[in-house]
């Protein structure tokens, strides 16, 4: 079975047409499901993320990462908000968030103001999800309609953390089967993947790029030299020397969600390697054709970003689904 997963993912990604939809008719979500218990919820969000990110831009960031991390492990769900108990173990000690993943605190903020208006009502799986797109709009990214309805779990799995997230070093054929998994196609993945335009990373993610083949994929680019040479000043090579030090992962408008990311890859100056597979590597036929697109047509980019959120944010749990909460505190079930 796994093989021929594996036949059919390579068998994609040669194929310029490939596509997959995950049919939306039968999802229970709607548009309108807090029309009549919290009409303010849509409202409410949207004031407190105008602040949160007028504080920090790279706010907008950090709540897009925590909707993303937290629908690749059992639906969107609000699983990833989840602290340990003695009962329940979480997914934020897991190996792709630990020490990477942040935003807890601004749910809790807006959770905060929810439950003063509309006390039980609002999800943190929704409010996650909401809170996401408007992220994406204040710092100059598209605006899509948000289908709400979704349920909190009252599990999380380190292990799905573990396993079902991409990591930066991670190889083109498995993130893209990881894609799959979520019933998320190719071309989804790379407008997906252009989300790091506004973000940040860390030198222990992109050491060993900048230490590997980042001159090969740039082409010995004088300009290009000079990036690295500040790369290699912000992450020495050693492990265990400024593995925490962060820089922008799209260095010509850090801030601003646009295409500048594919123009990044194009000229082979990725800082993931993750990132530069979709345009460099050798299985990236179908991807380095998406790359060019959104890289020459923003709006193409930004038209298909909106469809992949969607489409990401309709992977629910279907066991919260039939007996998920709301919870009161997003960090814990209700007791």
């Known amino acids: 079975m796994k093989l021929l997963l594996v036949i059919f993912i390579i068998h994609a990604i040669f194929i310029p ?12 979500l709607t ?4 029309k009549s218990t919290c009409p303010t919820v849509f409202d409410l969000i949207k004031k407190e993320m105008e602040c949160i990110v007028k504080e920090d831009p790279r706010n907008a960031a950090i709540v897009i ?15 990833v908000l989840l602290d340990e108990t003695e009962t329940l173990q979480g997914e934020k000690k897991a190996s792709p968030n630990i020490n990477s993943l942040k935003g807890y605190k601004i749910v809790d903020r807006i959770k905060n103001i929810i439950e003063s ?14 809170s996401a797109r408007d992220a994406t709009i204040l710092v100059g990214g598209p605006y899509w309609d948000v289908p709400v309805g979704r349920k ?6 380190y292990e799905l953390a573990t396993t079902n997230l991409p990591t930066p070093e991670e190889g083109l054929v498995s993130i893209i089967s990881k894609f799959y998994y979520q019933g998320l196609s190719v071309e989804d993945m790379v407008a997906l993947s252009g989300a790091h335009t506004i973000g940040k990373a860390q030198c222990r993610n992109f050491r060993s790029r900048i230490y590997g083949d980042f001159r090969v994929t740039s082409a010995l680019n ?11 000043e912000l992450c020495p090579e050693s492990s265990g020397e400024g593995d925490s030090n962060v820089t922008a992962m799209d260095n010509v408008t850090p801030n601003l969600f646009d ?3 594919y123009h990044t890859l194009l000229r082979g100056e990725g800082l993931l390697s993750s990132d530069q597979e979709m345009y460099t590597s050798m299985f990236g036929i179908q991807t380095r054709r998406i790359v060019s697109k959104y890289a020459e047509d ?7 970003f909106s469809k992949s959120m969607v489409k990401m944010g309709n992977i629910l749990n279907s066991k919260s689904l039939v007996d998920g909460e709301v919870r009161r505190n997003c960090r814990f079930v209700n007791t």
């Open 31 to 34: 548009l309108d499901y807090y």
């Open 298 to 304: 923003q709006v193409a980019f930004f038209e298909q």
């Open 117 to 130: 208006e509309c006390p039980g009502i609002v999800s943190c799986a929704d409010l996650l999800t909401i």
């Open 17 to 28: 047409c490939f596509s997959f939809d995950v049919p939306g008719k039968d999802l229970p």
């Open 65 to 79: 990462r925590l909707h993303f991390h937290d629908c690749f492990v059992q639906g969107c769900d609000a699983s």
């Open 259 to 261: 295409n500048s990311i």
């Open 222 to 232: 004088p300009v290009s030299e000079t990036y690295l040479g500040s790369l290699r």
């Open 152 to 157: 909190d779990s009252k599990t999380a799995s």
